[in-house]
């Protein structure tokens, strides 16, 4: 059986789950596709969508960047019935647009049929959504080039051809665009036993990379210094086999010029202006850098151009590199730890 077959037999099984077996997240079997976070965070646009789109949010992180994203386009690989899809319309506002992405037709009947509703609920003349039927792998519908913003929620895990996926967020975003995902990943490469169980697969936990297979991954891609987020423990040793998953949510950018590969020193100073309404006192980018109001913080030139070559440009002010001092102490914590996870 060539790979191709392999996917389309893939691809019918899992339209099947998400379509026909899983009516709601309490179907699930596992502890994989379903988060809090999201909904403490967004509990007030929560509120405002449909039960039926909110009892099948089969999410594993919040995916969902907490900076001014007015008026950017966007775009959801694998949006569902479009509750993350939903929560982002609302946040880039009427001027912004969101596109979500499914190859499962009740799932995309679903965010279809609520989106007009939706939109009034929001306030908005008309919807900021579209969603289209189609796969993550080529993203068809997307121009080179288009999108600002790629978010993606517990997705990316149930693709055989990881490495398109990661290669189509590379085409359709602008430069200085971000992917900003939220999956599942393990603490080493899954075996053979979880991996060929297709309910396992079904459930997120069966395809789900290698943490640092999948950060290679996307540094393969172009993206050099992927940042984790946020990242939460969801189930340990499955089926007798001694494993961790974890739900992380990474974000990283895309530059022309490269990213240095190690943090470097060029004696710079990043200064948070609390420009962002949901982040008055703090902002927080990743998994080890939070910037305080007001407040002068040494950060290596990665971080430096990630703040002042983006969007987030409009809530920095950013010293211009002085000359190279070395090696910068950027680590980030170790991904066992769960000591300031946030979900
Ligand atoms: C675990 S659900 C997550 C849905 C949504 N992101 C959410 O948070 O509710 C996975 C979704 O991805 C879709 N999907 C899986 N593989 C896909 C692919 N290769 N292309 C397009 N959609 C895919 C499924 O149809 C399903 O709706």
Request: hydrophobic share 35%.
């Amino acid at each position: 059986m060539n790979a191709t077959v392999i996917d389309e037999e893939l691809r019918g099984y899992l339209r099947e789950y998400y379509g026909r077996r899983l009516q709601h997240n309490g179907d699930l079997t596992e502890q994989a596709c379903c988060t809090d976070a999201t909904a403490a965070r967004h509990a007030d646009t929560i509120a405002l969508l449909p039960d039926e789109v909110v009892r099948r949010h089969y999410g594993c992180g919040c995916p969902l960047p907490e900076d001014d994203l007015s008026g950017l386009t966007c775009l959801d690989l694998g949006s569902g019935a479009g509750v993350d899809a939903f929560i982002l319309s609302r946040l880039v506002g009427p001027e912004g647009h969101v596109h979500g992405i499914d190859m499962t037709l009740e799932q995309l009947e679903v965010a279809r049929k609520h989106a007009p509703a939706v939109a009034r609920a929001f306030g908005f003349e008309r919807p900021n959504t579209t969603f289209h039927e189609g796969f993550i792998e080529t993203a068809e519908a997307i121009a080179d080039a288009s999108i600002d913003l790629v978010i993606s929620d517990c997705v990316i895990n149930l693709s055989p051809r990881k490495d398109l996926v990661i290669e189509t967020i590379a085409r359709v975003l602008r430069e200085g665009g971000e992917l900003y995902v939220s999956d599942i990943v393990a603490d080493r490469r899954v075996p053979e036993s979880l991996a060929s169980d297709p309910r396992l697969v079904a459930e997120c936990l069966g395809g789900a990379l290698y943490l640092h297979d999948f950060l290679d991954l996307l540094r393969d891609a172009g993206f050099g210094d992927p940042r984790i987020v946020e990242s939460r423990v969801l189930q340990t040793d499955v089926a007798g086999e001694p494993i961790e998953f974890r739900s992380v949510t990474v974000r990283a950018q895309k530059f022309a010029q490269p990213l240095d590969r190690r943090c470097e020193d060029y004696g710079q100073l990043a200064t948070y202006t609390g420009a962002f309404p949901r982040c008055p006192a703090r902002f927080r980018y990743d998994d080890h850098h939070v910037f305080e109001r007001g407040r002068p913080t040494p950060v290596c030139r990665n971080t430096a151009r990630m703040l002042s070559e983006t969007r987030l440009a409009k809530g920095f002010q950013v010293t211009p590199p002085l000359r190279h001092f070395g090696l910068f102490d950027c680590a980030p914590r170790p991904v066992a730890s769960d000591a300031e996870a946030c979900c």
